[in-house]
């Protein structure tokens, strides 16, 4: 009987060491991962919330222009003289000038 009672002991010290081994490498994730992804996430919220008439763009296919309107949804780019294309907001990937030349 002595030996089932040093045999349960040791199972609960192997859960809890389980257990602090789970923590450390949910915590590993956390910061490596998921916190970084979260802040690239709010700081392009941020930089579409903020486009404004005459800033230079890109957009997440490839396409440079400025833009010539916007609104809630929709960014109108001009591409080239008198070629405006009209894309989502969210399509947009960086601004490569903010407020280039206001007309």
């Known amino acids: 009987m002595g030996g ?27 910061f490596l991962l998921i916190r970084p992804q979260q802040k690239k996430q709010k700081e392009v919220k941020a930089m579409i919330s903020n486009l404004g008439h005459g800033d230079a763009v890109v ?6 222009g ?18 405006r294309v009209k894309v989502s907001r969210g399509n947009i990937a960086a601004v490569t000038q903010k407020g280039a030349a206001k007309e």
């Open 4 to 30: 089932a009672g040093q045999g349960g002991a040791g199972a609960q010290g192997g859960d809890m060491h389980f257990i602090i081994v789970m923590a450390a490498i949910f915590a590993i994730f956390y």
């Open 59 to 64: 957009t997440s296919g490839g396409l440079h």
């Open 66 to 83: 400025k833009i010539t309107g916007i609104t809630d949804q929709i960014v109108t780019l001009e591409v080239c003289d008198k070629v």
